[in-house]
């Protein structure tokens, strides 16, 4: 079972940066896709970005040329780097890691809440 903790969300002006992490702990035998998805206000969860193990991205076109995912694999953690903030990516962030462990599974963070407002 893998456990995933998030930190980084909170408050900011539009414009603004932020930085998420997700660290996973737990038993597995590795990490494969890392991932970031969110969930604004009375809206669904979509992908934001996400990264395989062997470091390729993808991003939602939102997320494009603002957004930057990365993974630092001693550490088990992804990152989400978010510049120039915008009021419409204010939304509940979730971590997903898929890993294997006899067989793949996902795991989902507990979200952390990014709000950009002025």
């Known amino acids: 079972q893998v456990r995933l903790v998030e930190s980084g969300g909170g408050l900011v002006q539009p414009g603004g940066s932020l930085r998420l992490s997700c660290a996973a702990s737990?038993?597995?035998?590795?990490?494969?896709?890392m991932g970031w998805y969110r969930q604004p206000p009375g809206k669904q969860r979509e992908l934001v970005a996400t990264?395989?193990?062997?470091?390729?991205?993808n991003y939602a076109d939102s997320a494009k040329g603002r957004f930057t995912i990365s993974r630092d694999s001693a550490k088990n953690t992804v990152y989400l780097q978010m510049n120039s903030l915008k009021p419409e990516d204010t939304a509940v962030y979730y971590c997903?890691?898929?890993?294997?462990?006899?067989?793949?599974?996902?795991?989902w963070g507990q979200g952390t809440q990014v709000t950009v407002s002025s």
């Open positions: 997903n890691v898929v890993y294997y462990s006899a067989k793949y599974y996902d795991a």
């Open positions: 737990g038993s597995f035998l590795r990490l494969n896709a």
């Open positions: 990264i395989s193990s062997g470091g390729s991205t």
